[in-house]
């Protein structure tokens, strides 16, 4: 069983930053990809980014590309989303999840098998 724990979230201008944080327990988070989601009011939840075990391979939805970054820190059992240049369509619940089925591919729902219990990101115009 893994549990995560997202915190960075808030309210921001537009054009602001915010860090977002995602601690996870268990001895193996190394070993999966890990990926953030977000879900509009009213919308579908929507893929954000994923990053592979080790780091050095990173995936972004088209609407974030350039503005946002994912990373992660193996010691410390932790992921991060960094997004620059926030806009008010940036605004939804953020949730990080634990890719445990690599087969359905990184930008589908299904690929995680652990989720967070959501961030709220406000970005006012």
């Known amino acids: 069983q893994v549990q995560l724990v997202e915190s960075g979230g808030g309210l921001v201008q537009a054009g602001g930053s915010l860090r977002l944080s995602c601690a996870a327990s268990g001895r193996t988070f190394s070993s999966y990809a890990m990926g953030w989601f977000r879900q509009a009011p009213g919308q579908e939840r929507e893929f954000v980014a994923n990053i592979g075990q080790s780091g050095s391979n990173t995936y972004y939805a088209e609407s974030v590309k350039g503005r946002f970054t994912i990373s992660r820190d193996n010691a410390k059992n932790t992921v991060y989303l960094q997004m620059n240049s926030l806009k008010p369509e940036d605004t939804a619940i953020y949730y990080c999840?634990?890719?445990?089925?690599?087969?359905?591919?990184?930008?589908?729902?299904?690929?995680?098998?652990?989720w967070g219990q959501g961030i709220q990101v406000t970005v006012s115009s």
């Open positions: 999840a634990v890719q445990t089925r690599v087969w359905r591919g990184f930008a589908s729902e299904d690929a995680y098998g652990y």
